[in-house]
Each structure stands twice: as C-alpha cells, then as structure tokens.
C-alpha cells in the first residue's frame, strides 16, 4: 500500500494506524480500495456497531426460517470487482478520504440510521451519496448508477410477471436522481413510500 502514498500521506495513515490501535503497516499488503473499505469499517466496529446485525443477515435467518425462495442480483465476486475494477486514480482518491475521515465513521454510521428510522431521504441522500456523487464520480458511477440500472432491468422483469416479491437493497440506492426509485418512474413505475408506523 505504502508504494501509492507520498511521504505526507504516509504519515498520515501511520498516525492513524496508532490512533485506531492498528499495528504499523497493517494494511501494507492491500490495494487502496480495500485498505479504503477496512478503513471506513474498523472505526464503527471500535464504536460498537455489530457486523452481524446487518439487516442482510436478518432477512437471510427470515427466508431460511419461513422456506422461502431468496436470489440476490450479484454474487460477491461482481460486488468485489466493482471496488477491484476501478481506475488507480480513483481508488487512491477513496483511500485518502478514508485515511482522513475513518474516525468519523461512526458518528457518519449514527447521522445515517436517525435519518434512515425517520425516512428524512434529504439528509440521507446528503449523508449517504452527496459527498461521493461529486468528489467521486468514478466511483458512484461503479457503485451505484450502473448497479442501480442493472437492478432496475431486473425488477422490471420480475414486475411484468406475477406474484409478490420483496426486494431489500442498501439505502444508498433508494436517494438521489440515478436511483432504483428514479429508474422505476422513468419506466412508468409508480413508486410510493409508505411511513413507518
């Protein structure tokens, strides 16, 4: 990892590294986009947040408990390539966000799910896509657009056939102007949003 960085930012992921309690060069083996994504995790996990609590995992214990049918629209390998696959320039770029925003990561994490429980979608398509829509296009191209349209093609199928699906995708795909939400209306869709109760 260390032959991307200049000395400067060197130093910096090292100073990190001893404020999260990392030991030195733990990343040293990874390529940015990875040593990026570990970044962005290790923070939340330190705040207390559980990987196993995922709402992914969830559904899954739900679908196996209940003999349900469950598909998902990529394997991991494509989710990996979609990190894997991007330009050098761009996965350096999310690897010094990350290295300058990890210890927010929790509090990012906080501001998301009070904006998610109340379905305040502004402050969620701020928090979730805002920063990255415009700093990053490369990567909210790889991420999400092209991601969001692929489902979208997808679902558009499943719609023209019968029967009663439940879809569950990140909320990061549900914000913003190339979202499912926006392809579906595109497409003649209606689309509701129905409230907590």
Known sequence: LSS?????EQARLSALYTRLGL???????????LASLTLSVIPMLQAGFD???GVD????????????????????????GFFAGLSDEAQKEMLIYSIDEAESAGELVEAMTAAWETGDMQTLEALVIGEMRGDFPE???????RRNAA?????????AGSGV???????GHLVG???????????????ERIPAR
Do not use: C, K
């Open 4 to 8: 991307w960085l200049t000395e400067d």
């Open 23 to 33: 030991p030195a060069g733990a990343l040293e083996p990874m390529r940015p986009w």
């Open 51 to 53: 990987p196993q609590a």
């Open 57 to 80: 995992r969830a559904i899954s214990a739900w679908t196996q408990a209940n003999g349900r049918e469950a598909r998902w629209f990529e394997t991991a390998e494509q989710q990996i």
């Open 139 to 145: 990567a909210y191209e790889a991420m999400f657009t």
């Open 151 to 159: 489902w979208v093609d997808v679902l558009t199928q499943e719609l």
């Open 165 to 171: 699906d439940f879809v569950a995708v990140g909320a």
């Open 177 to 191: 102007p190339e979202s499912v939400i926006e392809m579906l209306r595109a497409r003649g869709v209606t689309v």
